[in-house]
């Protein structure tokens, strides 16, 4: 898992500043991809940020407040939240890229071939997707947690079906968009058959707005998954996922930090995502 | 036209002295000098990036501040514009100059209604009372020859046509009485019918209200008919003013020259002598060309008989084609013109298999493409192919350009891989292409050079028909030229046969042999290009040749036309 993230996750970084011809991104940006390179490192290489164990702890010094030694401050059993942060980021980071894919993958073909096809295609695939659009996502990702059992790798599954409708929706919208260009047409008059079309012409130009959409949809499934298991529908302790710790962090008033810290790291990881997003946007 | 020497004279409404703009560190207008008095027209020609638009923007002060620094003078009744702080600029705008942009359906505002909008250019009159502003629209909407006012008045633009929103924007750029008017490309988007009564309308309207002209185009024919003087631009530098006349008749700068050269209307058989070789022996080349193709003996390439083809639109059946038949012989160029919904073309998708017949018989190379399976209409395709109108929608913008002409190859299954990798160099260089664009992708690509893709596209199965869906109409009469003699020499090289769509008849003229003249899905009239322009017989076919400019004798030119005509022949 962690090898797609990466592969995924750098090939976005390596590809989209050679797309800027004029001079680098906004300084907004650059931080933001700062932000992300820090989250898919520590998600990959936690042992190079902290040479702390995330599951052992000191109890002779829980619950300290952030020190030099514990940028996080430590948990009731002594545990650097640091290290919980950053072991932990694995989990979240790789559910949330489990939800996205399932999400644009199954969202792509059924916007595709409702969009193509047209039809009586379109019209089932449209109330199907209609049905997941009319269930709250949040509420569907519970009821879906709940029948396949509480793991973080389901919570992720869930997030990613709720987000099906959104990607069908948009692909659809681009490959109409896309389906009577001329340029669709010429490749029927060159020989080419309707599968040609669709993944040599269609494709290749619809594709942009929803890949902008996933990176969107990456900040809002590492929120919807925090969410989940803040709610202990992901894996159970000592795992350590982001939306977890804020949820063992509440129980002590007294240090605030082990809800803060967590937290701050959350909001701004996703709205660093949000921000390259945007200016994907923009930049296309 | 004035030259800068007499700049002074106070009667000039319009004055540029040494006007030069820059984008950032690049210089796109330099040095440019004109002057327009009351009551005149002057036309700035040039191809795309000449800076024609961009000298009117400089004029409207339509320039964006932060990118463009335009030096010089640019006076209007002698004050200056470009100082001229916003504050004092702004009752200057509709009051004095109008302007008229170039596309009619994007410069009105689709959420709202014509008399909607026309209520901003009216309160320019200073008139406060709404009722009195309905009444001097209306007015003006009648003005320039609205059928129904106040059927305008109340419609959104999607409900009415290119040549009556054209019609409508006029109105309101005259309604505030300006003594200057700007019209970047006013007809460009229109049919040529269309574009004959606007010009005529804003002729009229002009010489009865006393407004000047500032007319920007690429066709020379347009401004030389329509302008009292022009001024010839090139890459930013004027390269020639002076009267429409002087200009016309005896262009002094080799530029002037070849734009004189290019206007189809003034040299009618500019690629005949070139087409009539190959008339004359007209197996020569076939017998080179694949056996299957040259087997079949039939002269007839394309047989189109009786087609009739319905479409049901909002509720009631078009009728856009009614018993359409034509015939095209091997090597020759057939023509069909009309109007936009003349059923041109529908009849051209019906050709290609597009489109389903409801009754009639097509056939191409003497097979009939009707009823026919998906695979048999595919193999058909083969010996048929259409260049596209746009060759900025017709290639796809991912690709790049040696994918895209090896596309007919790849999907035909055409020999081997490095056969393929050298037919599209053969088909790239046959179209003047230099090798590397290969590498490119369309947008890197200027429009004829688009266009000469996609020509190449449609050669490189080589094909015994091509059917060109008004292959010039996006691109400058200059590029135009160098696409119809390109066009003109496949023919020759490759005994082509050619079915030229398109609703310019001047055009028309120069690359057809025979030619069906289109109107409401029927053909009005048919035959030899000679006999239907020299003898035209349906009222319809008189008004689309009465639509070129400079092509008969108008009364607004005197005899330029006529005199034009004899220089010109020599030089072609």
């Known amino acids: 898992m962690t090898a797609i993230l990466s592969n995924t996750q750098l090939r976005d970084l390596g590809s989209t500043p050679r797309k800027l011809t004029a001079g680098l991104p906004p300084a907004t940006v650059l931080l933001s991809f700062a932000v992300v390179l820090v989250v898919?490192?520590?998600?990959?290489?936690?042992?190079?940020?902290?040479?702390?164990?995330?599951?052992?702890?000191?109890?002779?010094?829980?619950?300290?407040?952030?020190?030099?030694?514990?940028?996080?401050?430590?948990?009731?059993?002594?545990?650097?939240?640091?290290?919980?942060?950053?072991?932990?980021?694995?989990?979240?980071v790789t559910s949330a890229l489990v939800a996205v894919l399932i999400g644009l993958v199954i969202g792509s073909i059924i916007g595709l071939a409702s969009g193509f096809r047209g039809g009586w295609v379109d019209a089932v695939l449209g109330r199907f997707v209609d049905v997941l659009l009319a269930i709250p996502g949040f509420l569907l990702a519970v009821v879906i947690v709940s029948s396949l059992g509480f793991q973080t790798i389901n919570a992720a599954i869930a997030t990613g079906v709720s987000a099906v409708a959104v990607f069908a929706r948009l692909m659809r919208a681009e490959v109409m968009r896309v389906r009577g260009a001329t340029y669709v047409e010429a490749s029927y008059l060159q020989g080419g058959n309707r599968l040609h079309a669709l993944l040599g012409h269609v494709l290749p130009n619809a594709y942009r707005s929803v890949l902008v959409l996933a990176v969107l949809q990456f900040g809002t499934s590492i929120l919807i998954i925090a969410s989940l298991a803040f709610l202990g529908y992901g894996d159970p302790p000592p795992a350590s996922d982001w939306g977890l710790l804020v949820a063992s962090g509440k129980t002590y008033v007294t240090a605030p930090w082990l809800v803060y810290a967590p937290a701050l790291v959350i909001v701004t990881t996703v709205l660093s995502v949000n921000r390259i997003s945007r200016w994907l946007r923009n930049a296309k | 036209m004035k030259t800068r020497k007499d700049t002074n004279v106070s009667a000039d409404l319009l004055t540029v002295e040494g006007l030069s703009i820059a984008y950032g560190p690049t210089a796109v207008v330099h040095d440019v000098s004109f002057s327009l008095a009351q009551g005149e027209s002057l036309a700035l020609i040039g191809e795309s990036g000449s800076g024609k638009s961009t000298i009117a923007k400089a004029i409207l002060r339509l320039l964006p501040h932060s990118e463009a620094t335009a030096t010089g003078r640019v006076a209007l009744n002698g004050r200056d514009v470009l100082g001229l702080p916003e504050r004092q600029f702004r009752p200057l705008r509709g009051r004095e100059l109008g302007f008229i942009p170039q596309d009619p359906a994007s410069a009105l505002n689709p959420?709202?209604?014509?008399?909607?909008?026309?209520?901003?250019?009216?309160?320019?009159?200073?008139?406060?009372?709404?009722?009195?502003?309905?009444?001097?629209?209306?007015?003006?909407?009648?003005?320039?020859?609205?059928?129904?006012?106040?059927?305008?008045?109340?419609?959104?633009?999607?409900?009415?046509?290119?040549?009556?929103?054209?019609?409508?924007?006029?109105?309101?750029?005259?309604?505030?009485?300006?003594?200057l008017i700007v019209a970047d490309e006013p007809t460009s988007a229109l049919d040529v019918t269309v574009q004959k009564l606007i010009l005529d309308m804003l002729t009229e309207l002009r010489q009865e209200l006393d407004i000047s002209l500032l007319l920007i185009t690429h066709d020379l024919a347009i401004a030389a008919e329509r302008a009292d003087s022009l001024v010839v631009l090139k890459d930013g530098a004027v390269q020639e003013s002076g009267s429409s006349w002087d200009i016309f008749t005896a262009p002094q700068t080799d530029y002037a020259r070849s734009l004189q050269a290019d206007v189809p209307a003034l040299h009618p058989d500019r690629y005949r002598a070139q087409r009539t070789v190959f008339a004359a022996e007209p197996t020569h080349d076939v017998v080179s060309r694949p056996a299957a193709v040259a087997s079949r003996s039939t002269g007839l390439q394309i047989d189109v008989q009786g087609v009739t083809k319905r479409f049901s639109a909002g509720g009631k059946d078009v009728l856009a084609c009614d018993g359409v038949s034509f015939a095209v012989e091997r090597g020759r160029t057939h023509a069909l013109v009309g109007e936009s919904g003349s059923g041109k073309t529908t009849a051209v998708r019906l050709l290609l298999g597009l489109e389903q017949p409801d009754s009639g018989r097509i056939s191409v190379a003497g097979q009939s493409t009707s009823g026919r399976s998906r695979a048999e209409v595919r193999d058909i395709r083969r010996h048929l192919q259409l260049v596209y109108q746009n060759p900025f929608t017709s290639l796809d913008p991912t690709w790049p350009v040696g994918r895209i002409v090896r596309e007919p190859l790849d999907q035909f299954g055409v020999g081997t891989k490095p056969e393929r990798a050298r037919r599209v160099e053969e088909a790239l260089a046959s179209v003047g292409l230099p090798t590397d664009v290969a590498s490119r992708r369309p947008a890197h690509l200027s429009g004829g050079q688009r266009q000469r893709v996609a020509i190449a596209r449609a050669l490189v199965v080589r094909p015994d028909v091509v059917v060109l869906d008004e292959p010039t109409s996006a691109l400058d009469v200059s590029v135009q030229a160098g696409i119809l003699e390109l066009l003109s020499k496949l023919q020759r090289e490759l005994g082509l046969t050619y079915l030229f769509v398109s609703h310019d008849l001047a055009l028309v003229r120069q690359v057809a042999d025979t030619v069906s003249v289109l109107r409401k899905g029927q053909v009005v009239e048919a035959g030899a290009v000679e006999d239907i322009f020299s003898r035209p017989q349906h009222t319809y076919t008189r008004a689309l040749l009465d639509s070129i400019p400079l092509a008969t004798p108008a009364a607004a030119l005197g005899g330029i036309a006529a005199e034009a005509k004899q220089p010109a022949k020599a030089t072609a």
Request: hydrophobic share 40%; no cysteine.
């Open chain 2, 111 to 179: 959420v709202r209604t014509i008399g909607a909008q026309a209520h901003e250019a009216a309160a320019l009159l200073g008139e406060t009372d709404p009722a009195v502003r309905r009444g001097k629209i209306l007015d003006v909407l009648e003005q320039v020859g609205l059928p129904d006012p106040v059927r305008v008045y109340d419609s959104y633009p999607h409900q009415l046509s290119g040549g009556m929103l054209q019609r409508v924007l006029i109105a309101l750029t005259v309604l505030p009485r300006p003594s």
């Open chain 1, 40 to 92: 898919i490192l520590w998600s990959l290489v936690p042992g190079l940020f902290t040479s702390l164990s995330p599951v052992t702890g000191d109890t002779a010094s829980k619950l300290a407040a952030p020190s030099a030694a514990h940028w996080f401050g430590t948990d009731y059993l002594g545990r650097d939240q640091y290290a919980r942060v950053v072991h932990g980021t694995a989990s979240s």
